[in-house]
């Protein structure tokens, strides 16, 4: 029985970033420093974060003589413009790849017609570009939602950064229908194309997959959905407790992979636990190179 | 049983032009005219022109004082150029649409580094855009030989004007994760889009389908395609005599479409031969609503 772990799985640069600026300035600052809205889709980091007194808020009402933290994800123009007026200091951790989206919708924004944003709408990276596109952007999160867009001459298309290649591409053919020039912007980063690229390799070679990471962390579900499509046999587990010994009756070849917020100890203790379900001999590799 | 014609079947725009340009050609000239390559992919409509004394030339050597006729399909700026010095009256009944497509590849290549165009590199329409290119255009015929191209930064695509939309959809797929900012010009005609909208619909609700059509025709081979693909029970005819009874035993609902090049007669005579091959009652529309 082999055990074998995505090769690209768990975080990414964008947030292990997020997360070192976020322990600098506990460090630098003596007052209150939050984060506006959780700044990593994980509960157990969040737990840390809150013993070393970084706090998540959502709402700015009251909020006064504080540091607050833009997360990986980004934010909105109206929030920055609004922690302005509060004299608020900003602290922007902002992922430099979701700044580039941003400013490309900003561009964008100023010649084009209207600009179709690949995403989910209640996802903070969305609600931030949305604010970019001067009223111009329309958020299309499947391939239903196109049928309802009228014929147009000229549209640009985008992706949020953690985007599945799968359903962006299934939405820009959708399009090439409706739109004489049609603008694509690839903006799903090198970062999710990889690990989206390994874990559907890993669904094509094991008998089980697990999908480790927080249920609120859309890029892990989209991992997960990826998984599902080649792979019924594809669990999302938010803790190893939830891996039990049952599941991996007669599996040979057991995967692992984490979405882009999942730390290497999520990972780590996923494999304890396969580990401590068998008494067998076990081989983990890192590569993603086996075959059925 | 029932005999359904698809909706959108049969001649095009630009075809028919075409021939009405070469007609009114033949009556006000006194002298010799050709068409640089058969004006239209049909066998029937060949011959028809051939008695009204409208040659069809693949070879341009040794040819003076005669009147060319540029066929639908277009042709690339050198053909232009070659008659021009030889002091042959050029007749251009490229169609509008392929016309446009054109002055789009000769704009684009202006300033885009690539252009790949989407067609078979065979057909007439095809040699005659990429004359426009500069060298700066890159004929792609399948989803494989994508894989052979290169990561760029910005690149643009377009289409055949008779090209199977599915296809260049899944070419475009291909190419969003080679491309950070891919622009998708569909060149697609309507007519074509059309035409393959209902041959789709009707392959999904008939129970046998014949394609009308010359073989040599792309548009009408691409319609082959796509209805094989829903139905396989799909038959390419060139003429009514291919239709044999046999084909026919149990169906009840039989469909028939043509491509661009297909006259209506041939469709009239597919339609007769179904008739003659059964003694029931027969009920033929034109639409394609029909239900399984």
């Given at each position: 029985m082999e055990i074998i772990v995505a090769k690209n799985?768990?975080?990414c640069y964008g947030v292990r970033r997020a997360l070192d600026i976020a322990s600098e300035t506990r460090q630098k600052k003596a007052g209150k420093v939050f984060t506006?809205?959780?700044?990593?889709?994980?509960p157990q980091v969040i737990a840390d974060l809150e013993r070393q007194k970084i706090h998540s808020i959502n709402d700015l009402d009251g909020l006064n003589k504080a540091t607050v933290i833009i997360r990986s994800h980004g934010a909105s123009p109206d929030i920055y413009r609004l922690l302005t007026q509060k004299n608020i200091e900003i602290v922007d951790a902002t992922c430099p790849i979701v700044k580039k989206i941003q400013k490309l919708v900003e561009v964008l924004a100023k010649d084009k017609e209207e600009i179709i944003i690949v995403g989910d709408k209640e996802h903070p990276e969305i609600k931030g570009l949305i604010g970019f596109s001067q009223g111009k952007g329309i958020i299309v999160e499947n391939e239903d939602q196109v049928k309802s867009l009228p014929n147009r001459k000229r549209r640009a298309i985008l992706a949020q950064?953690?985007?599945?290649l799968y359903l962006f591409e299934k939405i820009v053919s959708a399009l090439i229908e409706k739109t004489k020039e049609l603008n694509v912007y690839?903006?799903?980063c090198r970062s999710t194309q990889t690990r989206q690229k390994s874990t559907s390799e890993l669904a094509s070679c094991v008998d089980i997959l697990f999908i480790a990471g927080g249920k609120n962390s859309s890029n892990t579900n989209k991992l997960y959905q990826i998984s599902k499509r080649i792979l019924p046999n594809t669990h999302f587990i938010e803790s190893a407790a939830q891996i039990k010994p049952e599941m991996l009756k007669g599996a040979k070849k057991i995967g692992i992979s984490g979405g882009a917020s999942t730390p290497p100890r999520a990972i780590q203790e996923a494999v304890a636990k396969i580990k401590a379900s068998f008494k067998h001999q076990f081989h983990r590799e890192k590569t993603v190179q086996c075959q059925r």
């Open positions: 799985s768990g975080l506006l809205g959780d700044l990593i889709h994980n950064s953690t985007q599945d690839n903006t799903i």
